[in-house]
Structures are given as C-alpha cells and as structure tokens.
C-alpha cells in the first residue's frame, strides 16, 4: 500500500535550521507531485511548498519563501524540506503529502496520499 513516512522533526533555537525527510513506498515516486503542509495547534493545515513529479518546477508559500528549500531523490524515492533562519511561527506539525501527475497547488484537497506528520518546535 501506499505510505508516505516524515522523519527530521525537533526542537531548534529560532535561526536554526532543520531537514525533513519524507519517503515514500508503494508508488512510482518519479509520478508523484511531492508537497510539504503544516498545522499549528489552533490553525488551519497550510500550504508550505512542493515540487512537481517532473521536476522542472517548485514553489513555495510566501511565509517561507527564501528560507526553505524543497528538494527531491527520485533514486531514494524521497523529497526533503529544508529549513533554514526557523522562526517561532514555523512552529508546527509538518506532513507531506502526494499526488500523482498534477501541479503544485496549494489545496491539500487535491493531494490523494498523506504521511503521519512530523514535530517541529522553534524556541524564540
């Protein structure tokens, strides 16, 4: 079955900087648009970036735009989020999320495969 797993998350000091990791299983991962989501507690999920299953194209949301860098290993069937100058409203539960053969967009109702998530805590 299909499984989309993060790992990476912690706990840094605000300017620090994190990789996450998501690997995927059960897809041909060269066919998956790969994206990053987060939620806060008391915040809805949002969009943070994603990269497109044919690699020609990335984007990223304006809140992190210029400090994280999505990034993908088609060999290792995995997309990795870094994260660099983390702030404390960074502070969130991360998740990945996968469609096949679609763009990048923003919605997560368009992404049909989702991981657990992974904590990252930013101290101020």
């Known amino acids: 079955q299909v499984q989309l797993v993060e790992s990476g998350g912690g706990l840094v000091q605000a300017g620090g900087s994190l990789r996450l990791a998501c690997k995927a299983s059960g897809l041909t991962f060269s066919y998956l648009t790969m994206t990053w989501f987060r939620q806060a507690p008391g915040k809805e999920r949002e969009f943070v970036g994603g990269?497109?299953?044919?690699?020609?194209?990335?984007f990223y949301s304006d809140a992190v735009k210029g400090r994280f860098t999505i990034s993908r290993d088609n060999a290792k069937n995995t997309v990795y989020l870094q994260m660099n100058s983390l702030k404390h409203e960074d502070t969130a539960l991360y998740y990945c999320?996968?469609?096949?053969?679609?763009?990048?967009?923003?919605?997560?109702?368009?992404?049909?495969?989702w991981g657990q998530g992974t904590q990252v805590t930013v101290s101020s």
């Open positions: 999320a996968a469609a096949r053969f679609i763009r990048v967009v923003a919605s997560s109702k368009n992404y049909d495969y």
């Open positions: 990269t497109k299953w044919s690699g020609d194209n990335t």
